[in-house]
């Protein structure tokens, strides 16, 4: 209230109102501090039409901006502190990638030549238009790389229009004026490596989602971080002071004395916390009843396995091969280019198992834009279907999967199946892949286990035919969540109705898990529910043996192993499976925590 002496003040002395943002949780945490807002250059951007003598000058000042922005990743990526996260090399490599497609270094200098636009004016004409295609995307992962193409266009704008982002230095003026909170519409992972030797504590952005670029580094640094969080550029003052509570995705602004004081209550006892927590490194993960439990890591990079290696992971449990095929101008890697990525993860596991999976692209996600989209490409040609229909580039990939499996334990994880003769089909490369290296005296594991991705419903009900041709089954709970209940979880109108504890999504889970113990086969959990400890005990009950998730969340999850008794657990978790109703299935969950 305006009158409460026990709210905190602006600057100037004055009270101000505190109000509350919900959005997105995407890196667990708390932080207070400052608010440091970043106008996004496009704001600034003005419109109008060069004269026909002026056309090349205006030409020259975009390549210009272009080359000068190739310049800045470099240094970025030269100066990369030796203890940064390996995702924003990756990241800068990727944007540096970008930066390099015709797309965005071509085509802006033809719409200058034709339209008569200034060369800011061009660059967004062009980045709307890209936009506009990512937005038909219907796979959230791939759909949120449209944030990568606008972060590389704002880079460009500031040096065209002579800006830069850059954070003010600290006063001194109260303990919290050096731990500033960035509040912007999206914000670049190499801004955030910039950002990270200046205080930086936490951000807030109006967009983005658990599969950003910036969410992946926010857990990757360890920062507390909210996403979605549409309208907070706008509401958020300068210097506004914020609370971040990752864990619920809620920002406070300008909160009252009492509920500061809890929540740096809550800040000391989750660094407490943390200390414990890096203790466990060397632990192995064994419940309390003497059950071991096997905690691999999610990867998208060979660099990504230091991470792994650090937070102890037994293996990789998902290494998402696509990022080798992405931003390369439509060049699909050769077998070689792909063996030698390949290899450096297994070599760098040193004989941990590195489970890769097969390419997961498609209609929704093209190797090449100009192909048209489909209709409803979630539903289309993606995933094994794609890798079926074109059996050269499947072929290309086994083959190199195959030569990186004779330098340590290496799986093979096909998504998307759905049918037998899919299944069928897929062995049958595998098996052509083989004699083709045999042929070539190449070397590789005769008996390296070929698993299935269950993601679709169809698949979790027609288990049998699974577990008598696969070696092991991995389950990726955000598809199965997303095809069971019809939700896409980054669409913001039906994302409260994206529930991992509806009834179906649990009894596809429980069922797929029984099905893999009966066969003899392992079975693993592979998607954000993985790394959820909320329901570490709920899956521990179900039977589920394996988790992989990404490497921040690991020692959280090995926490709740070390602390869990299934003999406790089991039967409870056997009375959630037995309930229909949400709020009744919510509720034991907690329970089940307290255990």
């Not at 001194?172 to 030797?197: N, W, Y």
């Not at 998730?549 to 299934?566: C, F, G, R, T, Y």
Request: aromatic share 6%.
């Amino acid at each position: 209230m305006p009158g409460d002496r026990s709210r905190l003040r602006s600057p100037s002395g004055a009270p101000v109102a505190s109000f509350t943002l919900h959005g997105i949780p995407v890196s667990r945490g708390i932080a207070i501090g400052r608010a440091h807002k970043l106008a996004p250059a496009a704001l600034d951007v003005q419109h109008y039409l060069v004269a026909e003598e002026l056309l090349e000058a205006e030409v020259r000042r975009l390549q210009e901006a272009l080359a000068q922005v190739h310049v800045e990743l470099q240094t970025l990526w030269n100066e990369l502190p030796k203890d940064a996260p390996t995702e924003l090399g990756a990241f800068i490599d990727v944007h540096a990638l970008i930066l390099s497609d015709p797309m965005i270094s071509e085509e802006p200098l033809d719409i200058i030549r034709t339209r008569h636009y200034n060369a800011e004016w061009a660059l967004l004409t062009q980045i709307d238009e890209l936009s506009a295609q990512f937005d038909e995307i219907e796979d959230p992962y791939l759909r949120e790389r449209k944030a990568d193409i606008q972060q590389v266009a704002e880079r460009v704008l500031k040096v065209l229009l002579g800006t830069a982002q850059t954070l003010p230095a600290s006063s001194g003026e109260d303990e919290f004026q050096a731990q500033m909170i960035i509040v912007a519409h999206d914000i670049s992972p190499a801004d955030m490596l910039q950002f990270r030797d200046r205080s930086f504590i936490g951000f807030v952005t109006d967009v983005g989602g658990q599969n950003s670029h910036t969410a992946i580094v926010a857990r990757s640094l360890d920062i507390p971080a909210a996403v979605g969080m549409a309208g907070a550029s706008t509401l958020i003052e300068q210097d506004d002071w914020l609370i971040i509570d990752g864990d619920a995705g809620v920002v406070i602004a300008n909160p009252s004395s009492l509920v500061l004081e809890q929540y740096r209550e809550r800040q000391a006892v989750a660094a407490r916390a943390r200390k414990k927590l890096n203790k466990l490194k060397k632990t192995p993960a064994i419940t309390k009843d003497g059950t071991e439990i096997t905690l691999l890591a999610n990867i998208e990079l060979p660099d990504d396995c230091a991470a792994a290696m650090e937070a102890g992971a037994n293996g990789v449990g998902l290494f998402r091969s696509e990022f080798l095929f992405m931003g390369r101008d439509s060049r699909i890697p050769s077998e070689d280019e792909q063996f030698e990525q390949y290899k450096r993860a297994v070599v760098a596991m040193k004989g941990r198992p590195v489970t890769i999976r097969t390419l997961d692209i498609g209609a929704d996600k093209p190797l090449d834009q100009s192909e048209q989209t489909a209709l409803n490409p979630a539903l289309g040609l993606r995933a094994i279907r794609y890798c079926l229909a074109e059996p050269q580039i499947f072929l290309t990939q086994l083959r190199a999967i195959l030569r990186a499996s004779a330098f340590g334990k290496v799986r093979i994880l096909i998504p998307m199946l759905a049918h037998a003769f899919e299944i069928d089909q897929s062995l049958a490369m595998v098996e052509q892949a083989k004699a083709a290296l045999r042929e070539r005296g190449e070397k590789f594991d005769e008996d390296v286990d070929v698993g299935a991705m269950i993601e679709i419903p169809a698949a979790a009900l027609a288990l049998p035919m699974f577990v008598k041709r696969m070696d092991f089954l991995s389950i990726g709970t955000n598809d199965l969540i997303q095809y069971t209940l019809a939700i896409d979880r980054v669409d913001y109108e039906v994302a409260h109705l994206y529930n991992p504890l509806h009834p179906a999504v649990l009894q596809l889970i429980s069922m797929t898990i029984a099905a893999g113990h009966k066969a003899g086969i392992d079975v693993a959990v592979c998607g954000e529910m993985a790394g959820d400890i909320k329901l570490t005990r709920l899956l521990l009950g179900m039977g589920l043996r394996e988790f992989s998730m990404h490497p921040a969340q690991l020692l959280s999850v090995k926490q709740e192993i070390l602390n869990s008794d299934l003999a406790r657990i089991m039967p409870q978790t056997r009375k959630i499976m037995r309930s229909m109703e949400p709020n009744v299935i919510a509720d034991a969950v907690e329970q089940l925590q307290l255990m």
